[in-house]
């Protein structure tokens, strides 16, 4: 066993891709959003298991990414949702990625080296419909996608815009993001462009907005069995598809008076039985976890014991019989009765389950998780 690992429940991801397949039915393509590491799951095997379900499209932060992916799927359409450095432009041709467009010089640029690679480049344009981030503002749009039509070795092949707030119980903000949508898409349309793909959602939208499918969605949370927050007011039946595991490795009889970790913030007042566990903010593990988070040992809670460090955590056991050195940890999911969530974890750092998971480091390994037959056929 190593120190600390990821395993990925490849059925859990089966299921929730067809969860979010049936919601949109075949008149959208779905875009599995697999950025940061497939949001720390582990793109490789993430994009894997969603390539054998038959999925073709992917969207990507950066182009770094892009080509671990190409590298991996041939075939595969690749999307860079993420702003792009203008050095790294000549990697979006070498591994045949497909860009977001939010500004000219860029634009020009792109242009200028497909010309020389005597290629024609497809690309998405991006429109700020409210997002606030990346994108042309709609009132630029119409000048923007008529100058684009003029070069002559881009092709506008989608049209997107990402909603600000489809994940708030208040979907106005969403619906007045859709309705300059369906502006720029008129315009679009009027100036006869042969634009493709329009996209507009997310997860929440795909299951909230159902008008907002357009012909492509783009999923990334919801494929990985997450809420934002225990708070989230929906239940969709989505199932968590990753744990984090890690095991006891020392196991110490602490005396009162005797302190805990850096800083000494946690001081023994009776007898008290401490698992010294190998994970530490250096994985993923957050440091404001220190004295508070908790993990599960042979089914039950254990409490973390002084300050989370770099490479360790301690735990207290002194409540759990029969630890033994070399037990599993659960740092994120279920062992036994009991379950630790991404939500959970998030809603003890006044954060979102997207930040948690994401923060799992590239020193723990992913791999998938033993299946149980009965998943298989009930599928
Ligand atoms: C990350 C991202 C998504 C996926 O959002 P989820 O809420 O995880 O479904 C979709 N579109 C863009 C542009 C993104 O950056």
Redesign the pocket.
Known sequence: MPRTWVEIDTEALAWNCRLVQNKIGDASQLLA?I?ANA?GHGAAIVARTLHDLGLRWF?V?SVEEGKALRAMLPDANIVV??WIPPEELHGIFESELIPQISDMRFATALDAQAQRQDRVQPVHVKIDTGMGRLGVFPRESENFLGALSRLSHLRVEGI?S?LSS??EENLEPSQSQQKIFDEVLRQSQAAGLPVQWFHLA???AIFRMPHAHYNMV?????LYGLYPTNDYSFDFSLRPVLSWKSQVGLIKEYQPGQTVSYGRTHRVERPTKIAVIPVGYADGYNRRLSNKGLVLVRGAFARVLGRVTMDHIMADISAIPGVQEGDEVVLLGRQGDNRISAEDLAQSLDTIS?EIVCAIGPRVSRIPAKQEIALKNSL
């Open positions: 959003v950025k949001y969207g932060a949702l993420g997107l990402h489809a994940d997310n997860s929440h783009r999923c990334g949370l919801f997207y």
